[in-house]
């Protein structure tokens, strides 16, 4: 299936726009749980992107904010070497692979993903897009819903980032 997520642009001083834009091809959808959205996952040339319900989560061009808020919570840890970090939303893997960049070898990283496809997707297909972080040792995934761990963790982590504010409601 093809899709253009964009309308055309009026040519400006003999540019077609229309004609240089590749189109969005889907790859795969997956459906989130208790009848919620559908997810797709998009593809055109080397740029991926996931949807919701026509409204674009997460873009493999566009990744800054996944990078500062891993960042910048990273930085406040008093012993980055020995934390432990709970990670709500696994996305295109952004914030885990900055978390690690800022974590030490014997930290440990939990991911909570509450759609099992968007973990599949991240050991295949997406996998190289943040480095594979999948990969690192340190990391354990879990498919669930990160405010359940929340619950039950009383306490125990270093560090909570929750990556799952801009889905659809």
């Not at 899709?3 to 189109?23: D, H, I, V």
């Not at 091809?25 to 989130?32: G, K, P, S, V």
């Not at 904010?65 to 709970?86: G, M, N, Y």
Request: hydrophobic share 40%; with cysteine; glycine share 8%.
């Amino acid at each position: 299936t093809t899709y253009n997520r964009f309308k055309a642009l009026p040519a400006r001083q003999g540019l077609e726009c229309e004609s240089t834009l590749k189109p969005w091809i889907l790859i795969e959808t997956a459906q989130t749980p208790g009848h919620g959205a559908e997810l797709c996952l998009y593809q055109r040339d080397q740029e991926f992107a996931i949807q919701a319900d026509n409204l674009e989560l997460m873009n493999s061009r566009n990744f800054a904010s996944e990078q500062a808020l891993a960042t910048l919570a990273c930085k406040k840890l008093t012993d980055p070497s020995e934390a432990r970090v709970l990670i709500g939303g696994l996305g295109m893997g952004y914030t885990l692979k900055s978390a690690l960049d800022e974590l030490g070898e014997t930290a440990e990283v939990l991911v909570m993903e509450l759609v099992p496809d968007v973990v599949r997707w991240n050991q295949g297909l997406l996998a190289h897009l943040a480095g594979n972080p999948l990969d690192d040792e340190r990391v354990t995934v879990q498919v669930g819903d990160v405010a359940q761990m929340i619950k039950r963790s009383r306490g125990s982590f270093s560090a909570i980032l929750l990556d799952v504010d801009n889905g659809p409601n």
